[in-house]
């Protein structure tokens, strides 16, 4: 057979020059084609853009200017309702003011009225030059200046509730005044008593006549002299001031152990390193007259103070009972303090803690998570510190509170400003005409609120702390300052947010949104939202719906029940907010508008028994008290959710 070999491939001719050229002005120009289309493509993109641009400007535009018209008309609306609403509110307090007035007169209060300032000047002048040489007329002044701080803390609460801070100054002021004069007294007694220290030592006949039948407890007191006592006591208390002097003669016959003030429920120890004769005294106030009401740190029980005063010398060949007189103050008028420990003593290297003991007030609240700390109060740094403070322990049965210290200062139990806020959630509603109910969660417990009008009253607490509170009709501000001593914080302020790592809302929009919800909790349930921080300060939302039968708890009560309104510095909308949704949707509601109020806002979403109900303005006084609750409670700024709640 035949083998035919295939003949290799013809190559190709290799193009000319001019051939390349060619090819290259092809594909160039059909480059520039296709960039022109696309060009085009771009600016009729761009045209299309603008022009959608334009229009939406144009109509955000002339929205915004719809917007600022019904505001506007709506705001005039609203300045016509602030004028009637002040001029009612006038109305009711000046005769409420009238009763209260006739109430004080018919009564024979000795205290002077906290509204007068005249008045308190003159009480506070009287005060100044008053002289007590009885311990029990001194304490019982100091409780009376007390009673006095109880009335301006009521209004103290109406000044903050109202913003008045010319109000809160002269409040704030005078109740530093009163218990400075307090503070000052208690030391000129204390100088008055040492002058007189022969009052205390010097056995009566009386006491020598008891002594003779019982002459083996005499020599356990006799001194060198068998005259004069090794040591002597003087205790007086009240409500909220309690004192104890402590007087020992003779240092080497002195007691070991506990000096005990049975009366005052107060011990304390001796410094050993102190081996003369000494005065020991012991002061515990009620409230904290050292630190700053905005201090991180609230003390609850109030301060005790132990101090260690120099004993005025006696010329030991002097008569017993012709003692001198010696001048025991400075010049300065002060008292001779001997510091503990004292930095200049060689002996101050060898400080033994002493153990103290004092009585925690009944209305104190401590729950057994609540850490237990015990602070002094450092005078150099203006601070609470808790160093060489320990072994600090309490007894629920006794309410003895035990520490051991390595210094003598004026002591406190420190909980932090910010133990019960941020609130977690709360729910605001009417139960009948005039009578509302709020539920508060707190980070610690829970509370219920019942407000009418004139008061506020905590329902439904077991708590043997809060028993002098629970089911009494109190003004509202001072419910909440007595809950605040009993240590339940539920008066924020804005130096707390950081604490609690919240954005306070702008107190333009929270006080429209308090304000609304005060014109429509007649008809509608308030609830806060887990959105409401995620905001920003700005805006501020909450749940709210209808309560036409003034239900307490809702039988049917679900996530479509609810509506969600979104208040900003000049307006209040519907918006498509849910709680079981992962984001936060600030859209509003289909075909709503923006209103200036709420009521407004509401026109087309609810039903007419709820609209004629809320256009009610006889509940004044009400509506007022609610709304100085909610702004001293803040809720609307301070309430946060949880982690969960947040993950929902």
């Known amino acids: 057979p035949y083998h035919i070999t295939p003949m290799p491939p013809k190559k190709k001719a290799k193009k000319t020059k001019k051939q390349l050229e060619e090819e290259l002005k092809k594909q160039q120009e059909e480059l520039r084609i296709q960039e022109e289309i696309e060009r085009k493509r771009r600016e009729e993109e761009e045209k299309r853009r603008a022009e959608e641009e334009r229009k939406r400007k144009e109509l955000e535009e002339k929205l915004a200017a719809e917007e600022r018209a019904r505001l506007g008309e709506e705001e005039e609306q609203l300045v016509d309702w602030r004028a009637r609403y002040g001029k009612e509110t006038e109305r009711v307090y000046s005769h409420l003011m009238d009763e209260l007035e006739w109430e004080r007169f018919t009564s024979g209060s000795k205290l002077p009225d906290v509204h007068n300032e005249s008045a308190l000047s003159t009480h506070l002048s009287w005060v100044k030059e008053a002289t007590y040489i009885k311990m029990h007329d001194l304490i019982t002044h100091v409780q009376e200046g007390e009673d006095i701080v109880s009335n301006i803390l009521e209004l103290l609460s109406d000044t903050l509730s109202e913003y008045d801070r010319n109000g809160e100054k002269y409040c704030r002021d005078y109740i530093a005044n009163l218990r400075s004069v ?34 083996k407890d005499r020599k356990m007191v006799q001194s060198d002299n068998p005259d004069v006592k090794n040591e002597a006591s003087d205790e007086s208390k009240q409500k909220d001031a309690k004192m104890g002097l402590w007087i020992n003669y003779n240092a080497k016959k002195m007691k070991l152990g506990q000096i005990d003030l049975p009366q005052l429920g107060i011990k304390f120890e001796k410094p050993r390193i102190i081996t003369s004769p000494i005065v020991m005294r012991a002061v515990w106030t009620a409230y904290n007259d050292l630190s700053p009401v905005d201090y991180p740190e609230r003390i609850l029980g109030g301060i005790l103070n132990v101090e260690v005063f120099n004993f005025p010398p006696i010329p030991k060949d002097a008569p017993t009972k012709k003692w001198i007189i010696r001048q025991i103050s400075d010049k300065n008028g002060t008292l001779k303090l001997i510091p503990y420990p004292d930095v200049t003593s060689v002996a101050a290297q060898n400080v033994s803690p002493l153990k103290i003991t004092y009585t925690l007030p009944d209305y104190v609240y401590l729950q057994d998570t609540d850490p237990l700390r015990v602070g002094f109060w450092d005078e150099k740094t203006g601070q609470w510190s808790t160093e060489g403070i320990e072994e600090v322990e ?23 400003r910010t133990a019960d806020i941020p609130y977690k959630k709360w729910n605001l509603r009417c139960v009948e005409k005039e009578l509302a109910i709020l539920d508060i969660e707190t980070k610690r417990s829970s509370f219920v609120f019942e407000i009418g009008p004139g008061y506020a009253k905590l329902l439904d607490r077991k708590d043997p702390e809060l028993e002098h509170l629970t089911g009494k009709e109190m003004h509202p501000g001072l ?5 605040n001593k009993c240590g339940i914080n539920l008066l924020p302020l804005d130096s707390d947010a950081d604490a609690c790592e919240i954005t306070p809302k702008d107190r333009t929009t929270e006080e429209r949104a308090i304000l609304d919800i005060i014109m429509n909790v007649d008809a509608f349930a308030f609830r806060s939202t887990r959105w409401n921080q995620s905001l920003g300060p700005q805006r501020l939302a909450l749940k709210l719906r209808e309560n036409l039968e003034y239900d307490r708890e809702f039988f049917e009560d679900y996530e479509n029940d609810w509506t969600h309104a979104m208040w900003f510095p000049n307006k209040v909308g519907l918006v498509k907010m849910r709680e079981d949704h992962s984001t936060c949707n600030e859209e509003l509601l289909k075909d709503h508008v923006t209103h200036s109020q709420l009521h407004l806002a509401l026109q087309n979403f609810s039903s007419d028994g709820a609209l004629n109900r809320i256009s009610n303005f006889t509940h004044i006084y009400f509506i007022d008290t609610l709304k100085k609750f909610l702004r001293l409670l803040r809720l609307l700024s301070f309430s946060a959710p949880t982690k969960s709640q947040v993950a929902y």
């Open 479 to 483: 419910l909440l300052q007595e809950l």
């Open 182 to 215: 307090a503070r000052g007294k208690i030391d000129d007694f204390t100088i008055y008593a040492m002058e007189h220290i022969e009052n205390y030592l010097l056995w009566t006949e009386e006491e020598k006549e008891m002594m003779a039948k019982k002459e």
């Open 394 to 416: 309490f007894d629920r049965k006794t309410r003895y509170i035990n520490f051991k210290t390595l210094r003598l200062a004026p002591f406190g139990l420190l909980m932090p």
